[in-house]
T-cell receptor, first 113, second 112 residues
Framework: EAGVAQSPRYKIIEKRQSVAFWCNPI?????LYWYQQILGQGPKLLIQ????????DSQLPKDRFSAERLKGVDSTLKIQPAKLEDSAVYLC???????????FGQGTRLTVV | DQQVKQNSPSLSVQEGRISILNCDYT??????FLWYKKYPAEGPTFLIS?????DKNEDGRFTVFLNKSAKHLSLHIVPSQPGDSAVYFC???????????FGTGTRLQVTL
């Protein structure tokens, strides 16, 4: 069974530029999460989708971050414009409705300079 | 507000000995508690979980203990192996398909 796929693996951008990350969850998983992991901290939820609807985006900085999950499968997370403090690993995860655990992709390491 | 806390940033254990990683939580609404293992440049990998109605769950060398009255859980690894060297995250959620709240992680190093 294929795992959660994310791209790109690494990205370096200048502040005020925009960037987008892509995630393909495990086949059949209705729930998709985006987490932000800053160095030395645990992952923090940015947004949770159930199919193509948003369940929780309370921690998403909506003035600069946006996410969508068209057709309830793939998802993209965008940052526009990026700030230095956005430097982090962005993790995508998915789960089925009966899973207590979430399955994570390898993440995208973003460096904003 | 840190709802899940791992107060030990690092732990060093000799190969063959027991590793004990600790975690505390504050939110009584958590229903499941999970441990994830993370190697450098990889995403977290699920290790073991426990429901709030249990006090122990075992899977091979890994055992998780839950003390609800103290809002404390621990992960025991016996015997520890060099391949167990990684960062371990404690996490909790309110049920199936619900968001995970993570601790800050404990870096375990298993020495020869």
């Amino acid at each position: 069974e294929a795992g959660v796929a994310q791209s790109p693996r690494y990205k370096i951008i200048e502040k005020r530029q925009s960037v987008a990350f892509w995630c393909n969850p495990i086949s059949g998983h209705a729930t998709l999460y985006w987490y932000q992991q800053i160095l030395g901290q645990g992952p923090k939820l940015l947004i949770q989708f159930q199919n193509n609807g948003v369940v929780d985006d309370s921690q998403l900085p909506k003035d600069r971050f946006s996410a969508e999950r068209l057709k309830g499968v793939d998802s993209t997370l965008k940052i526009q414009p990026a700030k230095l403090e956005d430097s982090a690993v962005y993790l995508c995860a998915s789960s089925s409705w009966e899973d207590t655990e979430a399955f994570f992709g390898q993440g995208t390491r973003l460096t904003v300079v | 507000d840190q709802q899940v806390k791992q107060n030990s940033p690092s732990l060093s254990v000799q190969e063959g000995r027991i590793s004990i990683l600790n975690c505390d939580y504050t939110n009584s609404m958590f229903d499941y508690f999970l441990w994830y293992k993370k190697y450098p440049a990889e995403g977290p990998t699920f290790l073991i979980s426990i429901s709030s109605i249990k006090d122990k769950n075992e899977d091979g060398r890994f055992t998780v203990f839950l003390n609800k009255s103290a809002k404390h859980l621990s992960l025991h690894i016996v015997p520890s192996q060099p391949g167990d060297s990684a960062v371990y995250f404690c996490a909790a959620n309110a049920g199936t398909a619900s968001k995970l709240t993570f601790g800050t992680g404990t870096r375990l190093q298993v020495t020869l």
